[in-house]
């Protein structure tokens, strides 16, 4: 459990977002660590996360004894690729902004926990919203939602089975391809979506995703 609980902030937006990893409800101090949990949620090679996880003491400018508490830390799966080569990881969730103004009261805290993590064999990140708010994330946040949703598994195997003849098309072609009449088509469009997001079907995440998109079969 966190070490540290995020208190109300009136400068920045804190709360709870519901973790399926964790099953629980997972706290974020901004909106930029809401969404880097969004991330971490969607991404399959994550085996567990916790935020606030530990306390490190460092020594600040001035000399004087401090603790800082990093945002978040990742443990990976061992039992796929690439996950089982990835480390362990410590976050630091930070506005470029913040972290360009108040670098030289910030660097003494980040040495300190580059330091640990590489004493535990893990890697320490500093990451910011450039790295987090790409069409990467609107996508998973599009996503989501379907992957918590469960289906008859013939109906997946038919989309897919469709998919697999084709080999690579868009979303509105594949829906069209199975079915003429446009109820049925909307029928299936969650559950293409599903497929998409438990990565059963493939598609580029790092381009903004429509019905237009390029897909493919991954069989």
Not at 180 to 208: Q, T
């Amino acid at each position: 459990m966190p070490v540290r609980r995020i208190p109300k902030n009136s400068r920045s937006i804190t709360g709870l977002v519901a973790s399926n990893k964790l099953q629980r409800m997972a706290e974020f101090e901004s909106s930029l660590e809401r969404d880097l949990i969004l991330l971490i949620e969607f991404d399959l090679n994550v085996d567990y996360y916790e935020e606030q996880p530990l306390v490190i003491d460092y020594v600040d400018s001035n000399g004087e004894e401090r603790i800082y508490t990093p945002d978040i830390f990742v443990r990976y799966r061992n039992d796929i690729v690439p996950a089982k080569w990835m480390l362990p990881s410590l976050y630091e969730v930070k506005y470029r902004r913040d972290l360009f103004a108040n670098w030289k009261e910030l660097k003494p805290k980040y040495r300190a926990a580059r330091a640990y993590a590489k004493t535990k064999g893990w890697r320490f990140n500093i990451i910011t919203e450039q790295e987090i708010r790409t069409p990467y994330l609107q996508n998973i946040k599009f996503l989501l939602p379907y992957r918590r949703l469960s289906f008859d598994w013939s109906e997946q195997e038919f989309l897919l089975s469709k998919l697999k003849d084709m080999r690579e098309i868009n979303p509105e072609a594949l829906l069209l391809a199975c079915y003429r009449e446009p109820i049925n088509r909307a029928k299936l469009i969650p559950i293409m979506w599903h497929l998409v997001s438990i990565s059963m079907i493939g598609v580029d995440l790092r381009l903004p995703l429509t019905m237009h998109s390029r897909i493919w079969s991954l069989d």
